[in-house]
Each structure stands twice: as C-alpha cells, then as structure tokens.
C-alpha cells in the first residue's frame, strides 16, 4: 500500500513540474479556445436528431445495467464500472471516422455544386435564377440545404440571408468560403463569378484529395485501437465470472490498483481518439465560439458633456 501510494505521489509530482514549465516557458502550439468554451460550441452546433438521443440514452440504460449486474454476480465495483463505460467508450471511441467521412462527402458534395453553379452561369443565367435551378440534380449529401435556399429564394428572401442561412446548415469554414465569393457577387454584379466559382471548385476537390489521403492512413491505427479495446474488454469480462481470476481485485488495494489502470487505459483511448479525430475549423461568416479570435470591442461614443467645445479650453488647462 505504501509502495502504491508513493507511485502516485511521484507521477502528480512530475505531472506538476511539467505543468509549471510549460506555463513558464510556454509552447509552439497554436492557441486554443478554452475547453469551456469549445464545449459549449460543441453543445451549440446542429441540433441532434431524435434518432441519435434515443441511442445515447439507450446506450446509457445499458450501461447501468451492465454496471449492476457485474457488481452485483462479482462483488467487484471498479470492474463493473469499467464493463458499464465499456458500453458507451467502444461506440465513442469509433465515431470519429464516421464523422469524417460524413464530412468529406459533404466537401465532394459542395465542389460538384459549386462547379455545376459555375456552368449554369456560363448559360448566361443570373445568379439568383442559377441557384433555384441548382436544386434540380442536386447531390445527395447536400439536397436538403440546396433546397431550402431554393425555397428561400422563391419565397422572396434577400440572396444575401439567403446565402447566410446556407453557410450556418452546411456549418463549415470551406463552405462558408464557396458562400462568401456568392454573397460578394451579389453586393456588386461583376464578371468574373464563373470563372472563380470554378477555382473554388478545384480548391475543395483538392481538399477532399488530402482528406481522403489523411483518412486512409488514420484507418489503420484507429482499427488497432478498436481491436485492442475489444479484446481487452472481453478478457477482463470473461475474467470476472472467474472467482479465483478476480479475488485479488475485490480488496480495497485491489480496487485501487484496478481503477488506476482504468483510469490510465481510458485516458490512453481519449488521446488516441483525439489525434484521429476530425478537427472542425472554426467559421468566418460567424462570430464562432470554439475560437480563439474575438472580433474587437466597439469604443463608446462619449457623453455630449465629455465633448469639448471648438474655441474653449478645459477648466484648468491654463497655468
């Protein structure tokens, strides 16, 4: 016990020092947003369908009673919680690919209309009639947004909201990019729309290239992590329904030693999971919560007295 206590003393130690000279010293990484705010963003995105909170809160009753059973038929408390986040780690710990490649077909999806916009306009249309008439073969991923600003149009919207409820659906900073060129030709009608609309359209399908190239290298490591996790998790589930197997684990300093390895494999997982996770850029048509940059703050107009008046002096200016 002396020996388990004198471990953890010197990991906070070292944990410590680290921190203070990296506060002193400071990194060469760029600046984040505070994780307060970040996750507030991230609690602020798209609404979540009712779909997606019926499986977190099945995912949720699962888990609590796969936690009392284990507790309950072993007697061992850090192990039946282990099994009962199990139930919710294994799936967290595989979305980030999902989300990527959910957000890579959305670029494809973006460059092949921005390209088919740029054609309507060589038609000759306006840009107006050439966004209502893109919803017709629209691509899949983004059918529903296309046709809402269809609808917005129609329904007489200015092209400028219209463009702006656009961006804040697709919620993206390459969108936002694709949206911005649209919202400046509709301020001032110049030529030359087409032309950049189809350069835009080769920057996002070079985009998607590198995603899908960075995609597939992450591939092979996040199915290590998954086979790892799944292994590990069914050796300790089976070892649980072994009573000789899990004796030493039911003493306080059992359960000590198992929740620190618990706590170390989980924090292990959740640094793989976030270097192969996709990191959203933070917008540019919005004020974005999750970064760092904050537009400046307006200086306040002074009050009718504190303005001084052309041929007078301040009392006391004089000497």
């Given at each position: 016990?002396?020996?388990?206590?004198?471990?953890?003393?010197?990991?906070?130690?070292?944990?410590?020092?680290?921190?203070?000279?990296?506060?002193?010293?400071?990194?060469?990484?760029?600046?984040?947003?505070?994780?307060?705010?970040?996750?507030?963003?991230?609690?602020?995105?798209?609404?979540?369908?009712?779909?997606?909170?019926?499986?977190?809160?099945?995912?949720?009753?699962?888990?609590?009673?796969?936690?009392?059973?284990?507790?309950?038929?072993?007697?061992?408390?850090?192990?039946?919680?282990?099994?009962?986040s199990a139930v919710i780690g294994v799936p967290w710990l595989?979305?980030?690919?999902?989300?990527?490649?959910?957000?890579?077909?959305?670029?494809?999806?973006?460059?092949?209309?921005?390209?088919?916009?740029?054609?309507?306009?060589?038609?000759?249309?306006?840009?107006?009639?050439?966004?209502?008439?893109?919803?017709?073969?629209?691509?899949?991923?983004?059918?529903?947004?296309?046709?809402?600003?269809?609808?917005?149009?129609?329904?007489?919207?200015?092209?400028?909201?219209?463009?702006?409820?656009?961006?804040?659906?697709?919620?993206?900073?390459?969108?936002?990019?694709?949206?911005?060129?649209?919202?400046?030709?509709?301020?001032?009608?110049?030529?030359?729309?087409?032309?950049?609309?189809?350069?835009?359209?080769?920057?996002?399908?070079?985009?998607?290239?590198?995603?899908?190239?960075?995609?597939?290298?992450?591939?092979?490591?996040?199915?290590?992590?998954?086979?790892?996790?799944?292994?590990?998790?069914?050796?300790?589930?089976?070892?649980?329904?072994?009573?000789?197997?899990?004796?030493?684990?039911?003493?306080?300093?059992?359960?000590?030693?198992?929740?620190?390895?618990?706590?170390?494999?989980?924090?292990?997982?959740?640094?793989?999971?976030?270097?192969?996770?996709?990191?959203?850029?933070?917008?540019?048509?919005?004020?974005?919560?999750?970064?760092?940059?904050?537009?400046?703050?307006?200086?306040?107009?002074?009050?009718?007295?504190?303005?001084?008046?052309?041929?007078?002096?301040?009392?006391?200016?004089?000497?």
């Amino acid at each position: 016990m002396t020996l388990l206590w004198g471990l953890l003393s010197g990991m906070a130690v070292m944990a410590g020092l680290i921190g203070v000279v990296a506060g002193a010293a400071g990194t060469t990484a760029p600046r984040r947003a505070p994780l307060r705010q970040r996750w507030k963003a991230q609690r602020a995105g798209k609404e979540q369908s009712e779909a997606i909170r019926l499986r977190r809160r099945t995912l949720m009753v699962l888990a609590f009673v796969v936690f009392i059973v284990v507790w309950l038929v072993s007697g061992n408390f850090v192990g039946g919680a282990l099994l009962g986040s199990a139930v919710i780690g294994v799936p967290w710990l595989i979305a980030p690919g999902q989300v990527a490649q959910e957000r890579i077909g959305q670029l494809e999806a973006l460059s092949e209309w921005t390209q088919r916009l740029a054609g309507l306009l060589r038609l000759g249309m306006g840009l107006e009639q050439a966004m209502i008439t893109s919803r017709q073969g629209a691509p899949d991923e983004l059918a529903p947004q296309i046709v809402n600003l269809s609808d917005r149009l129609r329904l007489g919207w200015r092209p400028r909201a219209a463009l702006r409820a656009f961006s804040d659906e697709l919620d993206d900073v390459t969108a936002d990019k694709v949206v911005a060129a649209l919202i400046l030709s509709v301020n001032d009608r110049g030529p030359g729309l087409a032309q950049a609309l189809e350069d835009l359209a080769g920057t996002v399908r070079d985009e998607v290239a590198k995603k899908r190239a960075i995609e597939a290298d992450r591939a092979k490591p996040r199915t290590t992590v998954r086979w790892m996790t799944v292994i590990t998790v069914g050796v300790v589930a089976a070892g649980f329904f072994v009573p000789s197997y899990t004796r030493p684990y039911s003493t306080l300093l059992g359960q000590l030693v198992l929740a620190f390895l618990m706590a170390g494999f989980i924090a292990v997982l959740a640094l793989m999971r976030q270097l192969g996770s996709f990191r959203r850029i933070p917008r540019f048509l919005i004020n974005d919560p999750s970064s760092a940059v904050r537009l400046p703050v307006p200086a306040k107009e002074p009050a009718v007295g504190d303005v001084p008046v052309a041929g007078h002096e301040p009392e006391g200016a004089r000497s």
